[in-house]
């Protein structure tokens, strides 16, 4: 059976860039290691995308906020980025967990759901106009 991920992920790959600039930022004093990797599982119809460093962490009074709008502990930050990145992701079915220590990094993981690829015949069927 083929699977496919929807061409609105790409959406969904922005949020996961931005992640990636926010976990640079957060080793920029230190250096550290940013990883990426992408799984499938077709059993579940899922896949993951994890985003980890070894930057500064997250403090644990601010775990419960980082999806809140306008929260940012940053000099310069509008706090929007993680609140509609969390949104999209929502919006495609998904979810984003995340898992932080202070001082030793954190972790997103973006968990999304695969589709069924879409045959010519069905692609047409959902062109056409619902009939009267």
Known sequence: MDWHLDLRY????VCARDCCQDAIES???GGGRLSVSLAADPSAREVTIRIADT???IREQDLGHIFDPYFTTKASGTGLGLAIAQKIIEGHGGRIEI???VNKGSSFTV????AKKRTRSTKKRALQAPQA
Not at 111 to 114: A, N, S, W
């Open 111 to 114: 968990i999304l759901p695969i």
């Open 27 to 29: 080793m920029q004093e």
């Open 10 to 13: 790409f959406v969904v790959l």
């Open 55 to 57: 930057g500064s962490g």
């Open 99 to 101: 898992e932080s220590q």
